[in-house]
């Protein structure tokens, strides 16, 4: 009988970790376990607005498939998924094509625009370390140009953030640190900046624990940003943002606007004819979309609801490592014939924004709030944790963040 072809799409946090825990419970004569990714490298998505801020080196953030992968037990495909055809058991790459037993589903997300008009001709989105470096390099220039020019833009000048949840608020943050360092390189007057950021919803990190909400805009405020909440953006042209508060029209003259403020599920996994909402497949408890045994679904891709609240679970990190983990056990079950399938509840430990490299905000362990430096630990403890468990002590001092103290 021959070892079944076991096909990972996708090498974000979900499609990298269930490929990690296959190679330790699968040996080479169980299965052919292959791992396709348009790029060489896996990338920490949760440090990307560290990257587009320009308070982290992209170098950092990224880190090569082969140093975590054991390439004498996954096969490492570097190629571009154009199609999925689950009907056939075939996923169709620019490169080629791999047929599958089983096939796991990692494809991240893309932004979701909602129709506003302009927003995706002339805003920038943090998805990838390529967007996050042009961010970057985009603001360095703006700042370059500002005092080249006789006659000043503002617009050079004014930064806009569209959405103050989680990533929008982790934005906001890093530029705060930035900005003056970017003022005294490029000798522009930290007056002249602005850092601006707009949100539909009545208040910033909609669903957080007000009082930590208030600490955050206070922290960000006493640095530096504005906020406009309750402002639905309109329209986004190459020179200003439009924005709709209190049945009153604004505009704020501005060349850099980042869009934050939405995402939906790889548009791939929707074409594959899947059930979809916004790019994201209802799954089973097992994390598998009705209909398919064969196909599992981990990370922003997956739509699993929470019974307790009936809302879905959030696309987090968190939730996708999880996910991959228990995706991997119940792979090798099947492709071992030992046993029924167990059921995934994630197992969610709390949540840490943080506000720049020096403060933030969380709730862990039932509840237990955290502000300022002892919520920065957190983020560094949970971020080198996973670094840890997907690369080993090597891979944590390698990459990890390991200062606690500034």
């Not at 502000?371 to 840890?388: C, E, H, P, Q």
């Amino acid at each position: 009988m021959k070892n079944p072809n076991i096909v990972i799409l996708g090498a974000g946090y979900g499609g990298i970790m269930t490929a990690v825990k296959l190679q330790k419970s699968l040996g080479a004569n169980d299965a052919n376990v292959t791992l396709v990714n348009k790029h060489s490298y896996h990338y920490q998505t949760t440090w990307l607005h560290e990257n587009a801020a320009g308070t982290l080196h992209h170098d950092r953030t990224r880190i090569q498939i082969k140093d975590v992968v054991n390439t004498s037990k996954i096969n490492f495909v570097q190629d571009s998924v154009t199609a999925i055809k689950p009907d056939q058991k075939k996923v169709l790459l620019e490169n080629g094509e791999l047929s599958y037993d089983y096939l796991v589903i990692g494809l991240g997300f893309e932004a979701a625009t909602f129709g506003i008009p302009g927003l995706k001709e002339h805003a920038f989105t943090i998805g990838s370390i390529n967007s996050a470096r042009l961010i970057r390099q985009h603001i360095e220039y703006n700042f370059a140009k500002y005092n080249n020019e006789a006659d000043k833009k503002q617009e050079r000048l004014n930064i806009v953030v569209g959405g103050a949840g989680f990533t929008g608020i982790e934005f906001v943050g890093e530029l705060a640190n930035r900005v003056p360092e970017l003022c005294k390189e490029y000798d522009v007057p930290r007056e002249n900046v602005r850092i601006i950021n707009v949100e539909a919803a009545p208040t910033a990190l909609p669903g957080f624990d007000p009082e930590l909400v208030e600490y955050a805009m206070n922290s960000l405020e006493g640095r530096g940003v504005e906020f406009k909440i309750g402002a639905m953006i309109k329209e986004v042209t190459a020179d200003k943002l439009v924005f709709e508060k209190d049945e009153q029209r604004e505009e704020i003259p501005t060349n850099t606007v980042v869009w934050a403020a939405g995402v939906r599920g790889n548009s791939i996994v929707e074409e594959a004819g899947f059930e979809s909402n916004r790019g994201r497949t209802p799954v089973s408890d097992e994390l598998r979309p009705k209909g398919y045994d064969d196909v599992f679904i981990v990370g922003d891709c997956a739509l699993l609801f929470n019974e307790e609240t009936e809302r879905p679970y959030p696309p987090t990190a968190q939730i996708a490592i999880q996910q991959a983990e228990h995706t991997a056990e119940n792979l090798t079950k099947l492709v071992k014939g030992n046993g029924h399938l167990e059921p995934f509840k994630p197992d969610l430990k709390g949540t840490v924004a943080s506000l720049g490299h020096n403060d933030a905000i969380g709730v862990v362990f039932d509840d237990k709030k955290l502000f300022g430096w002892s919520a920065t630990a957190m983020k560094k403890v949970i971020d080198n944790r996973y670094l840890l468990k997907l690369g080993g002590p090597g891979l944590l001092m390698k990459k990890g963040k390991l200062n606690f103290f500034f």
